[in-house]
T-cell receptor, first 115, second 109 residues
Framework: KAGVTQTPRYLIKTRGQQVTLSCSPI?????VSWYQQTPGQGLQFLFE???????NKGNFPGRFSGRQFSNSRSEMNVSTLELGDSALYLC??????????????FGPGTRLTVL | KNEVEQSPQNLTAQEEEFITINCSYS?????LHWLQQHPGGGIVSLFM???GKKKHGRLIATINIQEKHSSLHITASHPRDSAVYIC???????????FGTGTRLQVFP
């Protein structure tokens, strides 16, 4: 079975632009979660989608949004990029919902640099 | 104070040494996860546990719910174990993962 894939792997943007990142979960997995990792804040939960519905959201501004399609693929969007948005963005999938007590399978991440 | 604390932050070991990484948390949890992150960013889930002890190869994870503490042990460490080990807890009633800051392990031959 193919693992979780994320595209693109690397991205450079400038302040004020917007960006869309994509995540394809493991076949059959219906839950996709997104995380931001920075040297200063470590790993932080962004949001989780299950069956095209956002079920949980972390403490991030409204500039961060996401969606999930009927095939479970998910996208996250960051608008009006700021320098502090430079980070590794990771998505993870699991078979069912409830992130807390389901094994998460992580993708390789998208490294976003904002100049 | 962070809700999930890991110690030590950095750990250097010689090959074959027994290694222990600790994780303490201050919130009610549904489960605790141990993750491994290699340089380059990829994260692998090692264990998910809500009680007792789990073993996989040279890795052992234990959790004490009453003391709100978990340990990850690596027996007979090897240079390929060099990575960042991250503890994460699934917080009760929120279904979100809260992460520790990680322990950077380097194992030298």
């Amino acid at each position: 079975k193919a693992g979780v894939t994320q595209t693109p792997r690397y991205l450079i943007k400038t302040r004020g632009q917007q960006v869309t990142l994509s995540c394809s979960p493991i076949s059959g997995h219906r839950s996709v979660s997104w995380y931001q990792q920075t040297p200063g804040q470590g790993l932080q939960f962004l949001f989780e989608y299950f069956s095209e519905t956002q079920r949980n959201k972390g403490n991030f501004p409204g500039r961060f949004s996401g969606r999930q399609f009927s095939n479970s693929r998910s996208e996250m969007n960051v608008s009006t990029l700021e320098l502090g948005d430079s980070a590794l963005y990771l998505c993870a999938s699991s078979l069912t919902g409830t992130v807390s007590y389901n094994e998460q399978f992580f993708g390789p991440g998208t490294r976003l640099t904002v100049l | 104070k962070n809700e999930v604390e890991q110690s030590p932050q950095n750990l250097t070991a010689q090959e074959e040494e027994f290694i222990t990484i600790n994780c303490s948390y201050s919130v009610g949890i549904s489960a605790l996860h141990w993750l491994q992150q290699h340089p380059g960013g990829g994260i692998v889930s090692l264990f998910m546990l809500s009680s007792g002890k789990k073993k996989h190869g040279r890795l052992i994870a234990t959790i004490n719910i009453q003391e709100k503490h978990s340990s990850l042990h690596i027996t007979a460490s090897h240079p390929r174990d060099s990575a960042v080990y991250i503890c994460a807890v699934g917080r009760d009633n929120t279904d979100k993962l809260i992460f520790g800051t990680g322990t950077r392990l380097q194992v030298f031959p």
